[in-house]
Each structure stands twice: as structure tokens, then as C-alpha cells.
């Protein structure tokens, strides 16, 4: 087999039958599908189990480890030569994993290829798009969308991500592997980001508890002081906005909105 999906779980019951589900829907079929569960105290293993398919394999060892630490054991366990990332409150398109293995095949420079995203809402109703030219990947190489992320392992193999870096390990590995590796984008949209509902304001401030360890790494970087300065004043605006319960005003406005209507996921795949 060609490549390993895998997604990182903790508590995930709302949504994870709906990630396993569309992984198991993809037109390329030859894959294996790593669930790591981070100590979730809900039922996500037990939805996880529901789903009986020779692909799948479940790693539970019931404790709480955090993101970066399950990022790279998953890196670990990887013997494929392709890994893609995906959450486990998101959907793929269909046939994103065939389009991303194919753009591989085609420019064997690639070392790492992302999408652009829908964003959608609790609901599975698309209410934007996260959008970013592929010339621009290099430009805003922090703005790389995570979950839509297919990388060759022996490129994850040598760049194992900063588990230091909490809630930045995606941001941090990007900044610190753009110069000198190929990253490319695939402009279409194939994975259904969900990120209406999420209380956004906690992110920002969360980021920021990584900003003295960063500063450190980098020797007071301008890069990371504007990065970390664009944080706090994001999470303060967030958090007056989640106050008075408009917070997916913001949320909505970080998309462009590519529909008057709302559209169901259902009639984009």
C-alpha cells in the first residue's frame, strides 16, 4: 500500500463516525487508516470499534498525551510512503486522496501537498471556503490547512513535529521546513473543515502559552513576534465577540462565502 491516513482522537463522539465514514468512502481504496485515541473519556472508541474493516487500526493505550505526541507516534508507526493527515470532526471529499496521490506521482519533487477546504458547520452545511493560491503556500505557509495535508513519510521521518509546540505544532513545522523542502497546494477544495462552533477565542490564547518557548527557539524572531502579537489581539476580539454571542460572525468572516444559500455537503460530492 501507497499511504497511511490517520487521525488523532480525543473526545469525538459528535463527529468521528463521519470522519471514519468518508475516509472509508474514498475512491482509492488502498490505504490503511491509523485511529489514535489521546485518552478520550467519551464514547470515540466505541464508535471507532463499530466499523468492522480490515484497513483500520485502533490504538488505545487510555492516556492523555496531547496533539504533538500523537502526531509524531503516529509518524512512528507509518510504513507506507505517503501519510495524510485528517481530524477526526472533519469529512474528505471523496476523491481527495486520489487527487493527492496522482499530483505526487506527477512531480516527484513534492514533499508536502495540501487543499483548500470547505468550512462547514455542525450540521455538514457549507458555509465557506478556506482558500489560498498555490504561489501563495510559501507566502502564508502558517495558513496551511492541516488536516488537508499529504506528505511523503520520510519527509515526516526527518521532520518530526515540536510536541513543545502546543497548539502551533502545524504552524511551527511549516515555518520551520518551507525553505528547504517543496510544499504545493491543490487549489480545489477537498476536505469539509468543520469549524463553525468551535469557541475560537480559546485557540488564540492556547497558542499563546507556546510564545516564550518559540521566542527562545527562534531568538526573538520577527516573524513568530508578529505571529504571537496577531494572536492575542485575535483572541481578545474573539473572546468580546463570544461574550455576547456573535463569535461565528468572526468565524464566518475568516471565509470567503461562496454561497447565498446555505449548501449540505451532500450536494458537493
Known sequence: MKITIAIPVYNAELYLSQAIKSVLDQSYKEFKLIIINDGSSD??????REFNDSRIKIINDNLNKGLQYRLNQIIKLTDTPFLARMDADDIMHPERIKK???????????????TNAYTIDGD????????????EVLKKVTGF?????????????????????????????????????????????????????????????????SKSYILRKYKNNFFWKIFFMKNKFKGIIYWIFNIFGKEKILIKNRNEIIFKKKKNINSLI
Not at 517543496?182 to 475560537?200: A, D, H, Q, S, V
Request: proline share 3%; net charge negative.
Open 43 to 48: 464514547n470515540s472508541m466505541k464508535i471507532a
Open 100 to 114: 493527492q496521490i496522482e499530483v505526487f506521482e506527477e512531480y516527484p519533487e513534492i514533499d508536502v501537498l495540501g
Open 124 to 135: 455538514n452545511n457549507v458555509v465557506g471556503i478556506r482558500f489560498i493560491q498555490g504561489e
Open 145 to 209: 490547512i492541516h488536516p488537508t495535508v499529504m506528505a511523503r513519510t520520510s519527509w515526516f521521518y526527518n521532520n518530526l513535529y515540536d510536541e513543545n509546540a502546543i497548539r502551533i505544532e502545524d504552524a511551527e513545522l511549516w515555518y520551520r521546513t518551507a525553505s528547504k523542502y517543496k510544499f504545493m497546494m491543490i487549489t480545489e477544495p477537498l476536505l469539509f473543515y468543520r469549524e463553525i462552533g468551535n469557541k475560537y477565542y480559546k485557540k488564540y490564547f492556547l497558542a499563546n502559552c
